[in-house]
């Protein structure tokens, strides 16, 4: 009888410390600001959590350094990615990022106005993601027009919950359901 880790587990050790990694090279130049990566990925994991099995496409609005797009990337493998953000200068770092984790395959990054990918993609994505991006009409606005029906829309919301920040003329008026808040995060549901 051993005590060696089974291979998956260490193969999920080595997957995070990557993952750290990467984002600790975001962070040193400046497009990360928390100070602590490893609650940084736990917040991330809340989204990682919210996600639909069934999910295909993925799309996360304002990405800035990678927060949650890249947790996301690592933990779900059976999703295709689109990582947008408009500053030239953190999608170059995105792309860096999705290079050193090799998830070009399924990861792209949108050095780009969300507007246009609206327009190319229009309810494309059965997931938008964001963390940071805008207020909530903006961010409602944007995620009505990128998800099919049935997807979902997983923001990051303030640590006290205030009734008022997603009125219900402002859902009803994108065609979004609001499906609660857990640990940080809120999930709306398109029609």
């Known amino acids: 009888m051993t005590d060696d880790p089974e291979p998956a587990v260490v193969a999920e050790v080595a997957r995070d410390a990557a993952l750290l990694a990467a984002l600790a090279a975001v962070q040193a130049r400046g497009a990360i600001?928390?100070?602590?990566?490893?609650?940084?990925?736990?917040?991330?994991?809340?989204?990682?959590?919210?996600?639909?099995?069934?999910?295909?496409?993925?799309?996360?609005?304002?990405?800035?350094?990678g927060l949650p797009g890249l947790v996301i990337a690592v933990r779900r493998?059976?999703?295709?990615?689109?990582?947008?953000?408009?500053?030239?200068t953190r999608a170059d770092l995105l792309r860096r990022a999705v290079a050193t984790l090799a998830l070009g395959e399924r990861v792209t990054v949108v050095a780009d106005d969300v507007r246009q990918l609206a327009l190319t993609d229009p309810r494309a994505f059965d997931v938008v993601t964001a963390r940071s991006f805008a207020a909530p009409p903006v961010t409602?606005?944007?995620?009505?027009?990128?998800?099919?029906?049935?997807?979902?829309?997983?923001?990051?919301?303030?640590?006290?919950?205030?009734?008022?920040?997603?009125?219900?003329?402002?859902?009803?008026?994108?065609?979004?359901?609001?499906?609660?808040?857990?640990?940080?995060?809120?999930?709306?549901?398109?029609?």
């Open 77 to 88: 493998p059976d999703l295709v990615i689109t990582l947008v953000e408009r500053r030239h």
């Open 33 to 65: 600001g928390e100070s602590s990566l490893t609650t940084a990925v736990a917040h991330a994991d809340g989204f990682v959590r919210m996600l639909p099995a069934g999910a295909r496409r993925l799309v996360d609005l304002g990405s800035g350094g």
């Open 140 to 191: 409602a606005r944007w995620a009505s027009a990128l998800l099919v029906a049935g997807g979902i829309l997983v923001v990051s919301e303030p640590p006290l919950d205030d009734p008022h920040r997603w009125p219900p003329a402002l859902l009803e008026r994108c065609g979004l359901t609001d499906q609660g808040r857990d640990q940080g995060v809120r999930v709306f549901s398109r029609a």
